[in-house]
């Protein structure tokens, strides 16, 4: 699912587009209280491009976290062109799984990675014992549409021997995992595909 192919494709569309509107809002969000000297946590960032605006925009360091090392070339010519190789980070670590492995940061970020984990208290738990200032992330809206299309795709991956899943999780039992670790609901971005939420610790 998310191969060299995959990750060259992300590439080009940010070359070419920039970010989504759902990733704007993360990054808005989260240098709403100024990113000087900031440090920047981005779980499941893929080719890091949220951690690059972030450096752009004066933090002053940002790590991706991924499962996987396709992206990692891609990654390193994005920080490149960008002028902050030296500035951006990356690791292939689950901070689910092994969080003792991952530092804290002044700001976490998560664009499509909570739908790809199926444990997502665990997953939101990790991410906000890590954050020490504002963390956002973006998830699937949670209706009869997006149950009914994400059930579809899955059972479709499971007929071709894939296998990814994705899922659709109760986002009121989201942000109550978030709350229960010291972090304050602060705005919902709404939207049709990504709505985004932000708190802050």
């Not at 902050?84 to 002044?106: H, K, L, N, Y």
């Not at 709404?190 to 708190?199: D, H, I, M, Q």
């Amino acid at each position: 699912m998310f191969g060299t192919g995959f990750a060259r494709r992300t590439a080009k569309r940010y070359r070419r587009r920039g970010l989504d509107r759902a990733a704007e809002h993360i990054v808005d969000f989260v240098a709403g209280d100024g990113l000087a000297g900031a440090s920047v946590l981005e779980i499941g960032g893929g080719v890091g491009e949220l951690g690059l605006e972030l450096l752009r925009r004066g933090a002053a360091t940002a790590t991706t976290l991924e499962l996987s090392p396709a992206y990692d070339d891609e990654a390193d010519r994005l920080a490149r062109e960008a002028g902050v190789a030296d500035r951006a980070r990356r690791r292939i670590v689950d901070i689910a799984a092994t969080p003792d492995e991952v530092e804290a940061a002044d700001i976490v970020m998560m664009h499509r990675v909570v739908c790809c984990y199926p444990d997502y208290r665990r997953l939101l738990a990790a991410a906000a014992d890590h954050c020490r200032g504002r963390l956002a992330f973006s998830r699937p809206p949670r209706n009869l549409v997006s149950r009914s299309l994400l059930g579809t795709q899955n059972a479709a991956f499971a007929l071709i021997g894939k296998e990814y899943r994705a899922f659709v999780h109760p986002p009121a039992a989201m942000l109550e995992v978030l709350a229960d670790r010291g972090l304050r609901h602060v705005k919902t971005y709404p939207g049709r595909v990504w709505p985004v939420e932000g708190l802050a610790r």
